[in-house]
């Protein structure tokens, strides 16, 4: 997975921060964050990442919103849901519209980092 | 709102400070609830409120001086801060991290999303003193060393 290309979506600059902290010493490229989805669509035109980290609960455009035009354009995109609810109802929700990766905030290392490589093989984390 | 409500999804909020102080700090927290005069939140201090609609409305009200929101922010930063407003925005996102997992306890025990989360809204001031009247709230108090924070969970009436 060296140089995979990671966008972060997410409002919160730490979670910016901790994605780098957690992927760039395995080699991954984590290009760049978007504070809302509308911006976050914009940043996926221009970087065409392979992966994208996507928060849920963001102003202008949230992640269950985003993640409708992400997959719309690519229904194979990777997509890793982060946010600091986890309920079944929002997961269930999340599910409906494509997504099969969610991690609950805050997250291990590990934890994103095998996320990802999961979404890259084609499975899921359920 | 029964007053055993707010006991019982209290007690959700102290397992997510618990949880999430572990998880994010690498600090175990000890929970000092009735014992306020083992906690200093005096001074300059910093106030995140989260408001909790839906079948059940309320807000979260968490409390802690500018030192303690100073060295949780750093942790979570990996570091220094690069520019002050950042002080306000980790303490926004720790209180949503936080009362996400607690939200997160009580939807999953009532099998469905009875509670969402409001954005955060932050204050700061010198013995700064918020009043929300015609709620039923719950106190928790959360410490060590000289980390110290306050939680006010309240339902109802607003």
Do not use: W
Not at chain 1, 87 to 106: C, N, R, S, T, Y
Not at chain 2, 18 to 34: A, F, Q, R, V
């Amino acid at each position: 997975m060296e140089g995979l290309k990671v966008l972060v979506i997410d409002d919160s600059p730490f979670i910016f921060k901790a994605v780098k902290k957690a992927l760039e010493p395995r080699g991954m490229n984590v290009i760049d964050s978007a504070s809302n989805g509308k911006v976050g669509l914009e940043l996926i035109e221009k970087y065409q990442p392979e992966v994208i980290t996507l928060d849920v609960t963001m102003p202008i455009m949230n992640g269950i919103e985003t993640a409708r035009h992400i997959f719309k354009e690519n229904p194979d995109a990777n997509v890793i849901m982060m946010s600091a609810m986890g309920d079944d109802a929002l997961i269930e929700e999340a599910k409906e519209i494509g997504v099969k990766h969610f991690i609950p905030k805050p997250f291990k290392a590990d934890l994103l980092y095998n996320t990802i490589e999961k979404a890259l093989a084609g499975g899921n984390n359920e | 709102m029964s007053e055993n409500i707010v006991e019982i999804y209290g007690e959700y909020f102290r397992r997510a400070v618990e949880e999430i102080s572990t998880e994010l700090l690498d600090i175990k927290l000890n929970d000092l609830s009735g014992k306020e005069d083992r906690i200093s939140i005096h001074g300059k201090k910093l106030d995140v409120i989260i408001g909790m609609t839906g079948d059940y409305k309320g807000r979260l009200l968490l409390e802690s001086t500018e030192e303690s929101a100073r060295t949780i922010t750093e942790i979570m930063n990996f570091g220094t801060l690069e520019r002050e407003s950042d002080l306000y925005l980790y303490m926004g996102e720790f209180a949503n991290i936080l009362s996400g997992r607690a939200i997160t306890f009580i939807n999953n025990s009532n099998q469905k999303k009875i509670i969402r989360l409001t954005p955060p809204a932050i204050f700061s001031g010198v013995d700064l003193e918020i009043t929300t009247p015609n709620i039923e709230f719950i106190n928790l108090c959360f410490g060590k060393d000289d980390l110290h924070i306050r939680l006010n969970i309240g339902f109802g009436g607003v």
